[in-house]
């Protein structure tokens, strides 16, 4: 049984005269007799009955009239959505994220993706740096934003976001009133840190910025999350450097005072496989360098890079 057969037989269900059918199907009636021969061999049942006055359905080919359609609705379906997955207008997306992208343009982004993508489903993941590059090697992930430019060599990254590290002090803290603080004034302080088995980059860089500045950190907290880092401080348990974007999470008791000029920006990472045949995957890089760009623009990012 071939599509062929069931689009025949369909025409000439409505028909009921093989010289119409034969017309709208823009074939001898030979070849359409031929076909519903095929079929009628193939399903193992009468469909027609006919005799030089008239063709009518049988009680079968009744039966078969409304299946025969969903087939040729299904395939067509089909079809449609293979060419849409094709053209990136359908299918899925796999994204990775870090928590602090919550607050550095990602939600805005994906609305704006998803408007011009609506068949399109996207599924996101929060995951640390290391995980998605993990699961991104092993295709559980189609993109990915994270903290580090250590990647694997198949692997291609731009930067996303750019911003400076903030000091986020208790509110009740001596220090909470500065207008900008000096690193030094931090001395005796104890910290809360992004946990180095998480994110070995940011942990490396928040200590570099310290140990530049002449302060030597005491780390007493290191947790998994940039939000239950500024949880622990809003309890009173020590100070931390954070991105500067974590000042919009919403969270009370605690301040954000900027540091003085000089100090390392947080950085973000769009991550992506260089090879990959994903043209869902291809469209979204599309609308993350433009909204890289504007942003950029507007002076709340650095300027996006490329790199191999």
Same mark, same amino acid.
């Given at each position: 049984?071939?599509?062929?057969?069931? !689009?025949?037989?369909?025409?000439?269900?409505?028909?009921?005269? =093989?010289?119409?059918?034969?017309?709208?199907?823009?074939?001898?009636?030979?070849?359409?007799?031929?076909?519903?021969?095929?079929?009628?061999?193939?399903? *193992?049942?009468?469909?027609?009955?006919?005799?030089?006055?008239?063709?009518?359905?049988?009680?079968?080919?009744?039966? =078969?009239?409304?299946?025969?359609?969903?087939?040729?609705?299904?395939?067509?379906?089909?079809?449609?959505?293979?060419?849409?997955? &094709?053209?990136?207008?359908?299918?899925?997306?796999?994204?990775?994220?870090?928590?602090?992208?919550?607050?550095?343009?990602?939600?805005?982004?994906?609305?704006?993706?998803?408007?011009?993508?609506?068949?399109?489903?996207?599924?996101?993941?929060?995951?640390?740096?290391?995980?998605?590059?993990?699961?991104?090697?092993?295709?559980?992930?189609?993109?990915?934003?994270?903290?580090?430019?250590?990647?694997?060599?198949?692997?291609?990254?731009?930067? =996303?976001?750019?911003?400076?590290?903030?000091?986020?002090?208790?509110?009740?803290?001596?220090?909470?009133?500065?207008?900008?603080?000096?690193?030094?004034?931090?001395?005796? &302080?104890?910290?809360?840190?992004?946990?180095?088995?998480?994110?070995?980059?940011?942990?490396?860089?928040?200590?570099?910025?310290?140990?530049?500045?002449?302060?030597?950190?005491?780390?007493?907290? &290191?947790?998994?999350?940039?939000?239950?880092?500024?949880?622990?401080?809003?309890? *009173?348990?020590?100070?931390?450097?954070?991105?500067?974007?974590?000042?919009?999470?919403?969270?009370?008791?605690?301040? =954000?005072?900027?540091?003085?000029?000089?100090?390392?920006?947080?950085?973000?990472?769009?991550?992506?496989?260089?090879?990959?045949?994903?043209?869902?995957?291809?469209?979204?890089?599309?609308?993350?360098?433009?909204?890289?760009? !504007?942003?950029?623009?507007?002076?709340?990012?650095?300027?996006?890079?490329?790199?191999?």
């Amino acid at each position: 049984m071939e599509f062929r057969h069931l !689009r025949y037989f369909l025409v000439l269900a409505e028909e009921l005269h =093989f010289g119409r059918a034969a017309r709208r199907l823009s074939i001898s009636q030979p070849p359409l007799s031929l076909n519903i021969q095929q079929l009628e061999a193939s399903v *193992g049942a009468r469909l027609f009955t006919r005799n030089s006055k008239e063709v009518r359905l049988t009680a079968a080919g009744k039966a =078969f009239v409304p299946r025969a359609r969903a087939v040729l609705e299904q395939a067509g379906e089909a079809a449609r959505h293979a060419r849409d997955v &094709e053209q990136g207008l359908a299918g899925r997306l796999h994204i990775g994220f870090v928590g602090a992208m919550l607050y550095r343009g990602l939600p805005q982004m994906l609305r704006k993706f998803q408007a011009q993508h609506p068949l399109l489903r996207v599924v996101l993941k929060e995951l640390n740096s290391q995980d998605q590059l993990v699961e991104l090697a092993h295709d559980q992930l189609d993109v990915g934003f994270v903290h580090s430019t250590r990647l694997p060599a198949e692997m291609q990254h731009q930067l =996303f976001a750019s911003e400076p590290f903030v000091c986020c002090l208790p509110a009740d803290h001596p220090l909470a009133r500065k207008r900008s603080l000096p690193l030094q004034l931090l001395q005796g &302080e104890s910290f809360v840190m992004f946990a180095r088995s998480v994110s070995p980059d940011y942990y490396e860089r928040i200590l570099a910025i310290c140990t530049d500045a002449g302060l030597y950190p005491e780390v007493r907290h &290191e947790v998994r999350h940039w939000l239950s880092v500024v949880s622990l401080v809003s309890q *009173g348990l020590g100070v931390a450097l954070v991105p500067a974007a974590l000042r919009h999470s919403a969270l009370g008791g605690v301040v =954000f005072v900027p540091l003085d000029a000089g100090v390392a920006h947080s950085q973000s990472y769009c991550i992506w496989k260089t090879t990959h045949d994903n043209a869902a995957l291809t469209a979204f890089l599309a609308v993350m360098q433009i909204e890289a760009a !504007r942003q950029a623009k507007n002076g709340k990012l650095a300027l996006p890079k490329t790199s191999a």
